[in-house]
T-cell receptor, first 113, second 113 residues
Framework: KQEVTQIPAALSVPEGENLVLNCSFT??????LQWFRQDPGKGLTSLLLIQSSQREQTSGRLNASLDKSSGRSTLYIAASQPGDSATYLCAVEIIQGAQKLVFGQGTRLTINP | DTAVSQTPKYLVTQMGNDKSIKCEQNLGHDTMYWYKQDSKKFLKIMFSYNNKELIINETVPNRFSPKSPDKAHLNLHINSLELGDSAVYFC????????????FGSGTRLTVV
């Protein structure tokens, strides 16, 4: 059974710092990995999608890496801003009869001005 | 706007009632999903439909009945609501095989009193 773990569960840093969020998964047989952002009381916003054949993706100040063999992904946020405060969710896409996402429990990030 | 839209955004109802949540996507995707986010913010798949056909049913009580009139719509009907059904329900869509990731709706917060 695929399990996804995100560390740390919560993180608070001052504005301007670079930071790394970690995601690990137990079964390397994944199809894709997707990072989402969730603001309080809101839906999920897709940040980055890494296909299983890729090792990283970049969008603006965000960079996500994927190491399938070790079951790890990281989300790097450069020059953090208060507007980055949100919960970040990692999800792996697997095929168990059909395709579906398995989520980690998220990292709650707070950027202090 | 291309999106996944859900209605209603909030739903407060008494135990024992029957309620429905509607979902529509205009992305041209052929697969739609219902995910449940519990009080601990953990997201888990409930159902998946591909082109109106049920693909995944993750041991959800049969009080929950999804209905897909066409591939752009996936509604969720819940009978005899219980206190434990209180959660946020997210609709999502993707294109199989997925190369572009999943798109989520903004969620429906269901409160059973």
């Amino acid at each position: 059974k695929q399990e996804v773990t995100q560390i740390p569960a919560a993180l608070s840093v001052p504005e301007g710092e670079n930071l790394v969020l970690n995601c690990s998964f137990t079964d390397s047989a994944i199809y894709n990995l997707q990072w989402f952002r969730q603001d309080p009381g809101k839906g999920l916003t897709s940040l980055l999608l890494i296909q299983s054949s890729q090792r990283e993706q970049t969008s603006g100040r965000l960079n996500a890496s994927l190491d399938k063999s070790s079951g790890r992904s990281t989300l790097y946020i450069a020059a953090s801003q208060p507007g980055d405060s949100a919960t970040y969710l990692c999800a792996v896409e697997i095929i168990q009869g059909a395709q579906k996402l398995v989520f980690g429990q998220g990292t709650r990030l707070t950027i202090n001005p | 706007d291309t999106a996944v839209s859900q209605t209603p955004k909030y739903l407060v109802t008494q135990m024992g009632n029957d309620k429905s949540i509607k979902c529509e996507q205009n992305l041209g995707h052929d697969t739609m999903y219902w995910y449940k986010q519990d009080s601990k913010k953990f997201l888990k798949i409930m159902f998946s439909y591909n082109n109106k056909e049920l693909i995944i049913n993750e041991t959800v009580p049969n009080r929950f009945s999804p209905k897909s009139p066409d591939k752009a719509h996936l509604n969720l009907h819940i009978n005899s609501l219980e206190l434990g059904d209180s959660a946020v329900y997210f609709c999502a869509s993707s294109q199989v095989p997925v190369n572009y990731g999943y798109t989520f709706g903004s969620g429906t917060r269901l409160t059973v009193v």
